[in-house]
């Protein structure tokens, strides 16, 4: 018996070991598997089929959400008073995403057209397109700031221009005219005698340009040769930097596209990428953890830095000139036109601003702009890109449609885009970058104590053999005397 535990003792003990160190194989080697996997899968390859397919056609449902700010007293304003405005929105447009003209590179980068189309979403919305709202008239008093070093009789003729076609300081629109277009006699006048003059050589609206449009050519690494560099632009449009600006800096075109990132986040990481739109990469920073739907995400917002401007922040000296801070003049890549880009409602930005318009209420969690992001992967789970524009407009002698309007900065629109993922696609998300891993977590884990509990109970049972044989032994040995002493004596003779 002694024999066959000492033999199951030595069985066990081997049994045990291998698992213990089948479970610490599985600790070390497991990460690097599952990181291995996740490079895989992540490079931008026809072969990765879910991966390539999210790239191409982003399955999530993106938004454009669009805020007018209705301007309540026009002559008021016209005649020096503050402005007062009230937010009327939002009208959502279900935005579609989708590439074409794909074209790969020998140097492991990718080029394409990324078209976007909007939709109507009345559910959604506070009211119909056909709704009508006040706004400033851009073509009108963007004009009269852009011709305010211009001779007096070039400002006279302008003026007179501007009555001739009937166009006065204020818009009376409806929102898809003012989103999409509206007919109007003075931009087809200046469209055939001032070419260029215009971004848009059709209708006139605040996202004509966007409906049914793309990006740009944008060229980004797939990560095949280093996935350090997966989604990062190459090249915008054939050019590696911009030339909207006054610094190398400014010019820089970084980070990736806006729509993924490289995996592997840390904490310490920040979320680069170049908008077209915006004409120049902007960079969000690490706000904090959280969970969506199972799956831990990080947090990234724009930091106050962003849109300071030179005085506040020496690096952004070369977007200048500036005006206050969080304000961004993007007058340069927008045919000259006076206008700027801000947080809504002015948030983050100088608050003198709120003093010459009234009516704003910035919040962080109505009007701050995030991403949140799997930090494995660099996939974006939850994404809001808020941003707001405005005209700058003042008084300009000569042209008597600025009447006596204080110089302000006026709040025109704001819009959100945002989306998140939903559905199968996060299901499957969740099951293989967040349930498989923390299965193998949980497996190491049992392997390595089942490993020890059967070590220990292979140890435990070799010594209570030890024991009991030691037992045997010496009550053996205390039998011995006993025996002898209870042992009959023969009698011998003497002789």
């Given at each position: 018996i002694t024999m066959n535990k000492s033999k199951l003792a030595i069985g066990l003990f081997v049994a045990g070991t291998l698992t213990a160190v089948f479970g610490l194989v599985i600790l070390f080697v497991g990460p690097i598997i599952i990181d291995d996997q996740i490079v895989k899968n992540l490079v931008i390859d026809p072969e990765n089929e879910l991966s390539y397919t999210m790239w191409k056609d982003i399955p999530v449902p993106f938004f454009m959400s669009v805020y007018f700010f209705n301007i309540l007293n026009p002559t008021e304003f016209l005649a020096g008073e503050i402005?007062?405005?009230?937010?009327?929105?939002?009208?959502?447009?279900?935005?579609?995403?989708?590439?074409?003209?794909?074209?790969?590179?020998?140097?492991?980068?990718?080029?394409?057209?990324?078209?976007?189309?909007?939709?109507?979403?009345?559910?959604?919305?506070?009211g119909n397109e056909s709704d009508v709202v006040t706004i400033p008239n851009m073509l009108v008093l963007g004009a009269a700031v852009m011709m305010d070093n211009m001779p007096h009789a070039v400002r006279l003729l302008l003026s007179a221009t501007f009555k001739s076609f009937k166009e006065g300081p204020f818009l009376s629109k409806s929102v898809g005219e003012l989103m999409w277009g509206y007919d109007s006699k003075l931009v087809d006048f200046l469209n055939k005698w001032f070419p260029g003059m215009l971004p848009s050589t059709g209708k006139f609206g605040l996202f004509s340009e966007f409906n049914n449009s793309n990006t740009g050519m944008f060229t980004v690494h797939t990560g095949k040769d280093d996935i350090r560099l997966i989604h990062k632009v190459n090249s915008w449009n054939g050019l590696t930097k911009l030339i909207y600006w006054k610094t190398p800096q400014c010019n820089m075109i970084n980070g990736t596209a806006g729509q993924m990132w490289p995996p592997f986040m840390t904490k310490e990481s920040t979320l680069p990428f170049y908008s077209p739109d915006a004409?120049?990469?902007?960079?969000?920073?690490?706000?904090?953890?959280?969970?969506?739907?199972?799956?831990?995400?990080?947090?990234?917002?724009?930091?106050?830095?962003?849109?300071?401007?030179?005085?506040?922040?020496?690096?952004?000296?070369?977007?200048?000139?500036?005006?206050?801070?969080?304000?961004?003049?993007?007058?340069?890549?927008?045919?000259?036109?006076?206008?700027?880009?801000?947080?809504?409602?002015?948030?983050?930005?100088?608050?003198?601003?709120?003093?010459?318009?009234?009516?704003?209420?910035?919040?962080?969690?109505?009007h701050g702009l995030f991403i949140d992001i799997h930090p494995e992967t660099g996939v974006p789970l939850n994404v809001s890109i808020r941003l707001q524009l405005n005209l700058y407009m003042k008084k300009v002698s000569g042209i008597t449609e600025t009447g006596k309007i204080s110089e302000v900065v006026m709040p025109m629109i704001w819009f959100e885009e945002n989306g998140y993922m939903d559905g199968a696609i996060v299901k499957t998300f969740h099951t293989n970058l967040v349930l498989l891993p923390m299965v193998m977590v949980y497996m190491q884990y049992c392997f390595l104590g089942l490993g020890l509990a059967t070590v220990l109970g292979a140890v435990l049972l070799h010594y209570s053999g030890k024991v009991r044989s030691l037992q045997h032994l010496v009550s053996a040995q205390q039998a011995l005397p006993t025996a002898s002493a209870n042992k009959p004596t023969h009698w011998r003779p003497p002789f």
């Open positions: 402005p007062m405005v009230e937010q009327r929105g939002p009208y959502v447009y279900r935005k579609r995403l989708q590439k074409q003209n794909i074209t790969f590179h020998p140097n492991h980068t990718v080029s394409y057209l990324e078209y976007r189309s909007y939709f109507f979403e009345p559910s959604m919305s506070v004409c120049r990469s902007l960079e969000l920073v690490y706000q904090r953890e959280g969970i969506m739907k199972g799956i831990p995400l990080y947090r990234f917002v724009a930091p106050k830095t962003m849109f300071a401007n030179g005085s506040d922040y020496a690096p952004n000296e070369g977007f200048c000139p500036c005006r206050q801070s969080g304000l961004l003049n993007v007058s340069s890549c927008r045919s000259n036109a006076p206008v700027f880009i801000s947080q809504p409602h002015f948030y983050n930005a100088d608050p003198v601003l709120l003093d010459y318009v009234q009516g704003l209420q910035p919040t962080e969690d109505e």
